[in-house]
């Protein structure tokens, strides 16, 4: 169950499609579903009992390398849309995820994507990542 | 040449990154490169003649259905970058897109990214391409 | 109490900041405060059974003409933060909120603001509000 | 005249309204006229040979502390706007600005506004404003 606390691999969350965040057609802007995904790991981080604020307190920072995504259905303003987030891979300084974004009121598949990200200190050289984060790996 | 007038497969514009366009760690948030590559699409259109604009205004929309991007060095606050917006495929109801972003100063390769668009009308129905669109194909 | 459901002159949301809110200097974007109280006022509508949607649905829209806001302490990235909305002025065709902002965990508040809407048509003519909505004005 | 590169207390900007920047109801968000006066107030220093990256660098932030604006007619997708941002008064520690954003081909009066920035330190502490930028005065 992506709702299941114990499991760290997957999380669930619930968004509302902010007002400035629609465009002139009415639907969520493409560049948008990024900053929910971004939020969609920022939760899931949570459930491990670490926030992404405490890495970069740490001096470590989790950078895109890279990105795709398949937009299939339109969100439109007001919706409550739940994301799925999972963490598919985890490398010793690496991790991707895959995410499905769906409508709340009927469960239309929206998007779906994956990302990389690369463990980086403020220099920008690629890190070993904490174990905080990498106990993803065990759950 | 990418600047070539003449050429409406190609088209480079200049971008500086805004103050908000960059997080906390100082760099470029990474789904801010998507509001910028869609500039890119909406100069190079302009060089034919048409604007986005006009397409909308004649009940048809180009929307996202598929993109990726590397991301392979940041771009800083107040930096002057340039976009290389490329058509690499035309297809009856979609275009397909490449990207180049560079920093100005020194000409290093920041992102490469591909997108594909999809015709539809208001309704969200896959429509042809209009022909001052697809006139890209000839240039 | 501004979470009185019954109490349709007065709101409250909770926010958390989100990652591309903040900027480099590590807090949440001027600008972004803008966003946060649309999303009071859209919360405090739904309040009556309507929705802004719904508002737009009818043909009608609630334009800002005015605002104003001090910003008196800053928010950060991930803090958790309570939004107060509260209408203070309800005419034939306009509304006027204010908003006090605070950070959650300690109740400090970051900012106060007050706007003006105005209530036109698709053509940006002024109109009569709704009764949906001038029922603010009766709770 | 805005655009004479010896008054450094005026300036004028042209920026032309990008997609995602314009609502479903097809207008420049409210929300988005604060980063175009912040690119007009970072253009304007320009003029006086600093950058405002220049002025982070060297330890000192220019906060925002209180803000006002009036929206008198909206701005489109795709249009050019004429930004005029004018320093009103200089204080030891505090810069006010007005704005006067007009569309470029009418000159139509869209927005006008005033903002008032202080000069902290990273730890928010109020500074005496660096003379680099203070010239502005003896302009």
């Known amino acids: 169950m992506a709702d299941d606390p114990n499991n760290m691999k997957v999380g669930e ?5 902010r007002y400035p965040e629609a465009d002139q057609m009415g639907v969520l802007h493409h560049s948008k579903y990024w900053v929910y995904f971004e ?18 307190a740490s001096g470590l920072y989790l950078v895109l390398s890279k990105c795709a995504c398949r937009y299939i259905a339109p969100a439109y303003y007001d919706e409550e849309l739940i994301l799925i987030t999972t963490v598919t891979r985890m490398g010793a300084a690496r ?3 895959a995410y499905e974004l769906r409508r ?8 779906t994507a994956e990302t990389t990200l690369a463990c980086v200190d403020r220099a920008g050289t690629v890190q070993v990542m904490p174990d905080s984060i990498r106990k ?3 759950a």
Do not use: P, Q
């Open 39 to 56: 939020m969609g790991r920022t939760e899931l981080l949570r459930k491990t009992g670490w926030t992404y604020r405490d890495v970069e």
């Open 13 to 17: 969350i619930a968004i509302r499609v």
């Open 95 to 97: 991790i991707d995820h």
């Open 104 to 111: 709340k009121s009927d469960g239309t598949l929206l998007t």
């Open 136 to 138: 993803f790996n065990d």
